[in-house]
């Protein structure tokens, strides 16, 4: 419950970007002394600091997401077009198959 070590340990904490821990104890300092200038100018850049480190945070996982989706929608459409290749290839096979049965059927109509 000391007001001058809790805010050093804020600023520590500030020094070391852990800026919900600085603002704990910056909260800390103003519940102690609420007239204490300096505890709501390190309260203020701690919140400030904290929205930045938000905002970065968003940006990282929005583009760490979109390169995600690319490299999905990349995977689906080369397994579609394997699985297009192999479908026409089923596809040929299946129409050279009634073609040949077509002219087994004519052949054995003729011999007849």
Known sequence: NNEKGLFRRGQAYFGQKDYDLARNDFNAVLQLD???KAAKNQ???????????????????????????????????KTKESNGSVE???????????SLSEVDIISTDASN
């Open 34 to 36: 609420p007239n204490n």
């Open 43 to 77: 309260l203020v850049l701690s919140l400030n600091a904290i929205k930045a480190q938000l905002e970065k945070e968003k940006t990282t996982y929005r583009n760490m997401f979109e390169r995600f989706a690319k490299q999905d929608l990349k995977k689906e459409s």
């Open 88 to 98: 026409s290839k089923k596809n040929a096979k299946n129409e050279i198959d009634d």
